[in-house]
Each structure stands twice: as structure tokens, then as C-alpha cells.
């Protein structure tokens, strides 16, 4: 059973950064696909950003590319979300989401796997 656990949120400042990790457990990590995913409040969920399985290639929403990097460690099974600069309109739940294969489209009905999502919260 593949399973998507997510932590790092929390209260950040405008202009502020953090970093959010998602541990990736039952499943050969090389061959998950993962993407970043968020809800802001009363709002629908918006793909945010994803990486290929083999690390080979990146891609990002338009709103936050440049402040958002994503990346993954093979040797411990976790991809991470480095926000940078962020803004109030950043403020979500966010959830780490996973596919078997090598691509991370922006759809996310192609997502099998959800983490239970963390809350980033952007606020003076």
C-alpha cells in the first residue's frame, strides 16, 4: 500500500519561505511520479508543481514558478517543496500526490496516491 505522509507547514510572513517534505512509503520511490497539489480555502484544489520519477525534468505553475522548487531524495523515499517569497494568495492546504510512471502531468484525476495534506498559511 503506497502511502503519501506530509509535514512542514505551517505560519509563515509574506516574503517568507518554507519548506514542506513528503515521505513516500510502499512503493519502488523510483517509479513514482509526484506532484504537488493545493486547496486554497473555500476554493477547488490546483495542481502546483511536479517531478518526473527519474528525476529528469520539473515543472511548475505559472504563479509560482521562480519561488517554488521541487525536489526529490532517492535515498530517503521524499520529495520536498521549497517555497520561497511566498504570498497570501499561497496560502492552502497542501498535498503531496504520486503516480506509478515516469511523467507528472497537471492533471490530477491521473494521481492514485494522496497524502492527507499539510496547511501553509501566509500572513503578517
Known amino acids: 500500500q503506497v502511502q503519501l505522509v506530509e509535514s512542514g507547514g505551517g505560519l509563515a510572513q509574506p516574503g517568507g519561505s518554507l519548506t514542506l517534505s513528503c515521505a513516500v512509503s510502499g512503493a519502488t520511490f523510483s517509479s513514482v511520479a509526484v506532484s504537488w497539489a493545493r486547496q486554497p480555502e473555500g476554493k477547488g484544489i490546483e495542481w502546483v508543481c511536479g517531478?518526473?520519477?527519474?528525476?529528469?525534468?520539473?515543472y511548475y505553475k505559472d504563479t509560482v514558478e521562480g519561488r517554488f522548487t521541487i525536489s526529490r531524495d532517492d535515498a530517503k523515499n521524499t520529495v520536498y517543496l521549497e517555497m520561497n517569497n511566498l504570498k497570501p494568495e499561497d496560502s492552502a492546504v497542501y498535498f503531496c500526490v504520486g503516480r506509478s510512471g515516469r511523467v507528472c502531468p497537471p492533471n490530477l484525476d491521473e494521481y492514485d496516491y494522496w497524502g492527507q495534506g499539510t496547511r501553509v498559511t501566509v500572513s503578517s
Open positions: 517531478i518526473y520519477s527519474d528525476n529528469s525534468d520539473r
